[in-house]
């Protein structure tokens, strides 16, 4: 314990030093380039521009969409709705599939079942789009563009 608290007792007397002197512990070298920002904020000002060229390229994918299910193929939609349909006419009682020693994860969150209203069907049929919305990372590779 005592060579503990020795060196934090040498790391502070160090900081008073340079404080003394109007110092600071991690001050640029005087002969690192710093006109326009040190290296650091030249790369943080490459990283924000990709992300920027990355964002206009993703609200250009986007232009004329305005929602999630605007994502949804026309086939899986009209398959989701003949589903729901079908099991919505028939009036099932609301009942857990579950018996009583399985967990949580039986049940699909995403699958229609008969005790849906049409906000539960809504839900799921977004949560379907969600799965086919376009995935920039695929075909944008961010951390190329920073080399």
Not at 20 to 42: L, M, P, V
């Amino acid at each position: 314990i005592n060579l503990l608290y020795q060196d934090m007792l040498r790391k502070r007397q160090e900081l008073d030093r340079l404080r003394a002197r109007g110092q600071h512990k991690y001050e640029y070298d005087s002969d690192e380039e710093t006109e326009g920002g040190t290296w650091e904020h030249k790369l943080r000002q490459q990283e924000m521009e990709a992300t920027r060229l990355w964002a206009n390229e993703l609200t250009e994918k986007s232009r004329g969409r305005h929602h999630i299910g605007d994502f949804l193929p026309p086939d899986e939609l009209e398959r989701f709705l003949e589903k729901y349909q079908t099991i919505t006419s028939f009036i099932l009682p609301r009942a857990s599939s579950r018996t009583e020693n399985q967990g949580l994860g039986v049940e699909r969150p995403a699958e229609v079942s008969g005790d849906d209203d049409e906000f539960d069907a809504y839900r799921k049929r977004m949560m379907l789009a969600y799965r086919f919305r376009p995935n920039p990372l695929v075909s944008l590779n961010i951390n190329h563009s920073l080399r």
